[in-house]
């Protein structure tokens, strides 16, 4: 069967990273039978300057049309002016509400020969693995009204948060289903202390919560947590988190990988695809780093393990899931590393590397 996968490479590094992960898609299509279609599409200021918006319509389509999404990133210095009426982030931001992708999950477990990679002591980083899940089509992103307007002859800019109970149990959900298949608890983050939003939050996630004995609940202020993620990152399994305080703390959290470009995520809502699946969108957390684009050195680790999490999401392709995820993991442990971890290679020479090994790991899933 065919399958459809929309490919938005983006600015930045977002091209070079994509051609990455395309590349082991193509690798896994080949080495299973399986056919991808691919077609890459605009978004971001690439399309601001070709069409003059971030997410053209014929990129939204072909999202809508396809059965998953990877994406490499959005934005640079060309389109910072804070004047500008067209933003490169726009166009994210309107895919991931347009296809109402409200859950953006990151895992976050440091690969054992990396934990030098990371400012924090190596004993913190043992047991880290967990996973944030944040909200990611309400709270202030996408609050009403948010504008700049001249008050007592004085410039003033309003954002609003506002959060419904409904979307707040949907993410809930997902949280609490994706601990049950974890280690069994959920540590729900806010600032009840201080914002009306947060305290329907945890009114919420409290009732949410009742559903799901078998798992645990803890609640932590935003700060706080910010604080925890440093001193004991090892007792966290599902971080569940709004908005802004998910971008922010898988900033952080990316820390404790060795780099930011290490880490990978899928957002994901109730419309499903051809395959009955979650139509996701997947792509690294980091942003489009110009500083390093065009020199072919950007880490393609959050793409591929991208990959890997469209296959398992909304392709339903576990073993191929794995199998990307071990390559990945072989390639760490045999030392190949990008220039953000201190190696020398080259985006490309560690896509291959990856490859070769994942050629590996296919062979032994298949000789069992
Ligand atoms: C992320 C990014 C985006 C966000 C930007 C590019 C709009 O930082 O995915 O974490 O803030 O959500
Ligand atoms: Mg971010």
């Known amino acids: 069967m065919k399958t459809v996968i929309t490919l938005l490479p983006g ?17 896994i299509a080949q080495g299973s039978g399986h056919t991808f279609e691919m077609q890459e599409f605009l978004i971001g200021g690439c399309a601001i300057n070709a069409r003059g918006t971030a997410l053209p319509a014929d990129t939204l389509e072909a999202c809508r049309n396809a ?35 409200y859950a953006n999950l990151r ?34 992103y996408f609050g009403e009204p948010r504008q700049r307007l001249l008050l007592n002859g004085e410039e003033q800019a309003v954002d609003t948060m506002t959060y419904t109970e409904s979307e707040v149990r949907r993410v ?41 004995p078998d798992v645990a609940i803890e609640h932590l202020l935003v700060d706080a947590a910010a604080m925890y993620l440093l001193t004991r990152p090892g007792s966290f399994d599902v971080i569940l988190t709004a908005n802004l305080f998910g971008d922010i703390l898988t900033d952080e959290a990316s820390v404790l990988s060795g780099s930011m470009g290490n880490l990978a995520s899928a957002s994901l809502g109730e419309t499903v695809n051809s395959l009955g699946k979650p139509r996701g969108l997947y792509e690294p957390i980091h942003g489009s780093a110009p500083d390093i684009a065009g020199k072919g050195i950007a880490n393609p680790i959050g793409t591929i393990l991208s990959t890997a999490m469209l296959l398992r999401h909304s392709l339903g392709l576990e073993t191929e899931a794995q199998a990307v995820e071990e390559a990945v993991q072989a390639t760490i442990s045999n030392g190949h590393r990008t220039p953000d971890l201190g190696g020398e290679l080259s985006t490309r020479s560690l896509t291959d590397e990856i490859k070769q090994n994942l050629d590996l790991a296919q062979a032994a899933v298949s000789e069992g």
């Not at 998953?68 to 500008?84: C, K």
């Not at 190596?122 to 990611?136: A, G, H, I, M, T």
């Open 11 to 27: 600015d930045g590094i977002g091209p070079e990273v994509l051609a990455a992960g395309r590349s082991v898609l193509e690798f």
């Open 67 to 101: 059965d998953a999404i990877l994406l490499g990133a959005v934005g640079g210095p060309e389109w910072d002016d804070p004047t500008a009426a067209v933003r490169p982030e726009q166009g994210l931001l309107g895919l991931r509400k347009n296809l109402d992708l």
């Open 107 to 140: 895992p976050v477990k440091p690969h054992p020969g990396l934990l030098d990679a990371s400012p924090l002591r190596s004993e913190l980083l043992k047991e880290v693995d967990l996973l944030v899940v944040r909200e990611l089509t309400g709270g202030i």
């Open 172 to 212: 809930a959900h997902m949280a609490f289903q994706l601990a049950r298949q974890r280690q069994g608890k959920v540590t729900s983050v806010d600032k009840a202390n201080v914002l009306e939003c947060s305290r329907l939050w945890r009114q919420t996630v409290t009732k949410v919560a009742a559903e799901y």
